[in-house]
């Protein structure tokens, strides 16, 4: 079963934020939603991960609403090396396992 | 961070063959797992490899078809057996370094194309 939905593409402006939304709108109490890339012919790369609070690292920002049912990923200033698949998951904080669904496949134009 | 590599990187086999994919970390690990990534698709787990132990398959992988070795805490073999040409994928290697750790490291992957 799918338990997040994302839009299959997106462009973005080379400079731009590049702004990737994701439904999971049966989340758990007890699932975290984590994000992950995969750039052409590499294995996928953890970018963020959340709870409920709002997370920034180096690579990017979680945005998760307040009732956790959906969450965006920021890309600040989006360059070429950021065109990828983008998979948003949820995983139970005791799981080991990711489930990885259809994700996003960002283009980022010059 | 762990860095991962795998062996071979790609190969061409012909249907009815076997081909064993090896997985090496730089660290020890607790958590290791082996995917599947069919053209144009996105991932699909096949199993987590236990040391010391039988590996746990996800449902549609049988351990016939896919047998796993996990001697030790930095290395795994994925065997494909008996190859059809639906087989033809990417298989990934993955690890952790403990149990409900956030991030998993990839390896490169392994492009496997049945004839």
């Known amino acids: 079963d799918a338990k997040t939905t994302q839009p299959p593409s997106m462009d973005c402006a080379e400079g731009r934020a590049a702004n990737l939304p994701c439904n999971h709108s049966?989340?758990?109490?007890?699932?975290?939603v984590y994000w992950y890339r995969q750039i052409h012919s590499q294995g996928p790369q953890y970018i963020i991960h959340g709870l409920k609070n709002n997370e920034t690292n180096e690579m990017a920002s979680l945005i998760i609403t307040e009732d956790r049912k959906s969450s965006t990923l920021i890309l600040p200033h989006a360059t070429l090396r950021d065109t990828a698949v983008y998979y948003c998951?949820?995983?139970?904080?005791?799981?080991?396992?990711?489930?990885f669904g259809t994700g996003t496949s960002l283009t980022v134009i010059p | 961070s762990a860095v991962i590599s795998q062996k071979p990187s790609r190969d061409i086999c012909q249907r009815g063959t076997s081909l064993t994919i090896q997985c090496q970390v730089d660290?020890?690990?607790?958590?290791m797992f082996w995917y599947r990534q069919q053209p144009g698709q996105s991932l699909t787990l096949i199993a987590t490899?236990?040391?010391?132990?039988?590996?746990?398959?996800e449902s549609g992988f049988v351990i016939d078809k896919f047998p796993i070795s996990r001697p030790n805490l930095t290395f795994s073999t994925l065997t494909v057996s008996n190859m059809s040409p639906e087989d033809s994928s990417i298989y990934l290697c993955?690890?952790?370094?403990?149990?409900?750790?956030?991030?998993?490291?990839f390896g490169p992957g392994t492009r496997l194309t049945v004839t």
């Open positions: 490899a236990n040391q010391g132990s039988e590996a746990t398959y």
């Open positions: 998951i949820v995983r139970p904080y005791t799981g080991n396992q990711f489930y």
């Open positions: 049966t989340i758990s109490g007890n699932e975290y």
């Open positions: 660290s020890q690990v607790t958590m």
């Open positions: 993955s690890a952790a370094p403990g149990q409900g750790a956030h991030e998993q490291y």
